[in-house]
């Protein structure tokens, strides 16, 4: 079955780095559009950024533009969220999903997640 596994997240201080990684199984990888997405208790899922199946093409979220970059690795089936200038705000849990490529129906598989909190 396709399996989504989320890494990376951690406690990090304002101002510092992190990088989320999503480990794809399951699906040919090159298939499929990702995405990050993030959850902040109290607050609706938002979106980070996704990156198309060939990783040409990527789209950041407003609240992370500057800040955070999207990127994969097919041969590794593997997706990557590094996240710098990290702000209170950022924590959330961090989902990744993933989109089949061409059909335009939304985001058919989803992680489990990973927290990530900036505190000092």
């Known amino acids: 079955q396709v399996q989504l596994v989320e890494s990376g997240g951690g406690l990090v201080q304002p101002g510092g780095s992190l990088r989320l990684s999503c480990a794809a199984s399951?699906?040919?990888?090159?298939?499929?559009?990702m995405g990050w997405f993030r959850q902040a208790p109290g607050k609706e899922r938002e979106f980070v950024a996704a990156?198309?199946?060939?990783?040409?093409?990527?789209y950041d979220g407003d609240s992370v533009k500057g800040r955070f970059t999207i990127s994969r690795d097919n041969a590794k089936n593997t997706l990557y969220l590094q996240m710098n200038s990290l702000k209170p705000e950022d924590t959330a849990v961090y989902y990744c999903?993933?989109?089949?490529?061409?059909?335009?129906?939304?985001?058919?598989?989803w992680g489990q997640g990973t927290q990530v909190t900036v505190s000092s």
């Open positions: 399951g699906l040919i990888f090159s298939n499929y559009n």
């Open positions: 990156i198309r199946w060939s990783g040409g093409t990527t």
């Open positions: 999903a993933a989109a089949r490529a061409g059909r335009g129906t939304g985001y058919d598989y």
